[in-house]
């Protein structure tokens, strides 16, 4: 190649990057928008709530590059009217009076910040305890304050609203969510550097911890029931647990025979898959991926554990479920009649919101029925019968009758056989019921046959087919 064309060459070559420099210098003039920062800046030092003219958006490096007013600038040969804000800590708008308007509604909390007292405090999809965790706070951790939002309470063990409010907050890498103000500590804050009064520990991940925060665990009577599939609803309501308290820093242990809180700042790793929880006489260990054994130690210095299983779904599922469960059972039985009537013992008559009335039940009282008890009350499908007595009867339930005077209901249980002519129940007395199980009949059972009423023939019922097994 001659030196002209040499030339010629560098000519374009100097030519395109001269062109190119001028269009990033236009680019980095040419206004983009406004925002207002979030999270203050500490060089230069500049407080969260404050308005900036943006100029660029990179996607590629996140960040918006955007000017410094001139009272944050810094003096010299060279002064610096442009820096770089993480994409997370300016809220952009196309006009400066949006940018403007944003920022007064801000202003009341553009300064606040918050420290985490607690390890593994979370920050939630909503503002709720039960809302799915998004973030887990290290204990010192800072976080901004955003905005005060309503919510539903934190509850205490003693079941009362636990003091604070809900905050949607920002933490510095860009995650946002809702937290609980129990276990932080707000400071105001006008830029440069941040810090607050405790240290954050060194982060390290721990799988196993994160699984056990993310479960549900409840008593092993519980995962018997559900495997057995027969469900007590009245324990299930009692909702018993180990609650890690993660958005209170109370962690609870709830039993049939325990009822016990513990205070504690964060939970440490103590050997494999073991854990103690700082500040309080309280450990737990996983044994397997769904058993968890909490240790605690009473006032006398005793060593004491409880195991506790996971769950497959919330135990308000699990309720529900068993509820559709004996609302099918009910609207079946239901379906056979709706009323029925005896020669000896009366008319039965079942409603549709689950409720009966019986009139003359006379032979029945005391032996059976007592005198106290109205002709009417509400029908719970909430008997399962033993394997025995499976091929006997189709299967159980109690009537509760209201009461002459008020007052608690009067419960007298049945098993039930329907066919194609009517009812066959027969009373089970208390006895023969092992929790709720019929385990046997009565050593002389009492049988009544209930007939369908011609005027509740098969077509004025609904059409619903008989449920299979539950």
Same mark, same amino acid.
């Given at each position: 190649?001659?030196?002209?064309?040499?030339?010629?060459?560098s000519l374009r070559?100097?030519?395109?990057?001269?062109?190119?420099?001028?269009?990033?210098?236009?680019?980095?003039?040419?206004?983009?928008?406004w925002?207002?920062?979030?999270?203050?800046a500490?060089d230069?030092?500049?407080?969260?709530?404050t308005?900036?003219?943006?100029?660029?958006?990179?996607?590629?490096?996140?960040v918006?590059?955007?000017g410094?007013?001139?009272?944050?600038?810094?003096?010299g040969e %060279?002064p610096?009217?442009?820096?770089?804000?993480?994409?997370?800590?300016?809220?952009?708008?196309?006009?400066?009076?949006?940018?403007?308007?944003?920022?007064?509604?801000? %202003?009341?909390?553009?300064?606040?910040?918050?420290?985490?007292?607690?390890?593994g405090?979370p920050?939630?999809?909503?503002?709720?305890?039960?809302?799915?965790?998004?973030y887990?706070?290290?204990i010192?951790?800072?976080?901004?304050?955003?905005?005060?939002?309503?919510?539903?309470?934190?509850?205490?063990?003693?079941?009362?609203?636990?003091?604070?409010?809900?905050?949607?907050?920002?933490?510095?890498?860009?995650?946002?969510?809702y937290?609980?103000?129990?276990?932080?500590?707000?400071?105001?804050?006008?830029?440069?550097?941040?810090t607050a009064?405790?240290a954050?520990?060194?982060?390290?991940?721990?799988?196993?911890l994160?699984?056990?925060?993310?479960?549900?665990?409840?008593?092993?009577?519980?995962?018997?029931m559900?495997?057995?599939?027969?469900i007590?609803?009245?324990?299930?309501?009692k909702?018993?647990?180990?609650?890690l308290?993660?958005?209170?820093?109370?962690?609870?242990?709830?039993t049939?025979?325990l009822n016990?809180?513990?205070?504690?700042?964060?939970?440490?790793?103590?050997?494999?898959r073991?854990?103690?929880?700082?500040g309080?006489?309280?450990?737990?260990?996983l044994?397997?991926?769904?058993?968890?054994?909490?240790?605690?130690?009473?006032?006398?210095g005793?060593?004491?554990?409880v195991?506790?299983?996971?769950?497959?779904?919330?135990?308000?599922?699990i309720?529900?479920?068993?509820?559709?469960?004996?609302n %099918?059972?009910?609207?079946?039985?239901?379906?056979?009649?709706?009323?029925?009537?005896s020669?000896?013992?009366?008319?039965?008559?079942?409603?549709?919101?689950?409720?009966?009335?019986?009139?003359?039940f006379?032979?029945?009282?005391?032996?059976?029925?007592?005198?106290? %008890?109205?002709?009417?009350?509400?029908?719970?499908?909430?008997?399962?019968?033993?394997?025995a007595?499976?091929?006997?009867?189709?299967?159980a339930?109690?009537?509760?009758f209201d009461?002459?005077?008020?007052?608690?209901?009067?419960?007298?249980?049945?098993?039930?056989?329907?066919?194609?002519?009517?009812?066959?129940?027969?009373?089970?007395?208390?006895?023969?019921?092992?929790g709720?199980?019929?385990?046997?009949?009565?050593s002389?059972?009492?049988?009544?046959?209930f007939?369908?009423?011609?005027?509740?023939?098969?077509?004025?019922?609904?059409s619903?087919?008989?449920?299979?097994?539950f």
């Amino acid at each position: 190649m001659d030196k002209r064309g040499y030339t010629s060459r560098s000519l374009r070559v100097n030519v395109i990057i001269m062109s190119v420099t001028a269009a990033l210098l236009c680019s980095c003039t040419r206004l983009l928008g406004w925002g207002v920062l979030l999270w203050s800046a500490e060089d230069p030092p500049i407080p969260a709530g404050t308005v900036l003219p943006v100029y660029i958006k990179s996607t590629i490096n996140q960040v918006w590059v955007a000017g410094i007013p001139p009272q944050y600038r810094r003096s010299g040969e %060279a002064p610096i009217d442009k820096f770089e804000i993480p994409l997370a800590q300016l809220d952009f708008s196309s006009s400066k009076r949006s940018a403007e308007n944003r920022a007064a509604a801000f %202003a009341s909390l553009a300064r606040t910040y918050a420290e985490t007292l607690q390890d593994g405090l979370p920050i939630r999809e909503d503002p709720d305890n039960s809302s799915k965790r998004v973030y887990r706070l290290k204990i010192g951790q800072i976080i901004k304050i955003l905005a005060l939002v309503k919510g539903n309470p934190a509850i205490s063990t003693t079941g009362d609203p636990l003091p604070g409010d809900w905050y949607h907050v920002l933490t510095e890498d860009g995650s946002v969510g809702y937290c609980f103000s129990y276990r932080l500590k707000l400071f105001e804050h006008s830029g440069g550097p941040l810090t607050a009064g405790t240290a954050a520990p060194e982060s390290r991940e721990d799988p196993d911890l994160e699984m056990v925060l993310s479960k549900i665990w409840t008593p092993e009577s519980y995962e018997t029931m559900i495997a057995a599939n027969r469900i007590n609803l009245e324990e299930l309501a009692k909702q018993w647990r180990f609650s890690l308290g993660q958005d209170t820093g109370l962690a609870w242990i709830y039993t049939a025979e325990l009822n016990k809180t513990f205070s504690y700042t964060g939970i440490t790793a103590e050997g494999y898959r073991s854990w103690r929880f700082e500040g309080a006489a309280l450990g737990m260990s996983l044994q397997d991926d769904a058993t968890l054994a909490v240790h605690y130690q009473e006032s006398g210095g005793l060593r004491r554990t409880v195991l506790f299983t996971a769950l497959p779904m919330p135990v308000e599922d699990i309720i529900a479920q068993e509820t559709e469960r004996r609302n %099918a059972l009910f609207l079946y039985l239901y379906s056979l009649g709706p009323a029925f009537t005896s020669a000896n013992y009366g008319a039965l008559d079942f409603t549709p919101d689950g409720r009966f009335t019986w009139s003359g039940f006379d032979l029945l009282i005391p032996r059976i029925i007592p005198p106290a %008890a109205l002709g009417s009350g509400v029908v719970s499908m909430d008997l399962f019968l033993s394997s025995a007595l499976a091929s006997r009867s189709n299967g159980a339930f109690s009537l509760r009758f209201d009461r002459i005077g008020g007052g608690g209901p009067i419960t007298v249980h049945f098993m039930y056989t329907p066919d194609e002519r009517g009812l066959r129940v027969e009373h089970i007395p208390d006895d023969d019921i092992d929790g709720i199980t019929v385990i046997r009949r009565a050593s002389s059972p009492t049988v009544i046959y209930f007939f369908q009423n011609q005027a509740s023939g098969a077509g004025d019922r609904p059409s619903i087919e008989r449920p299979g097994e539950f």
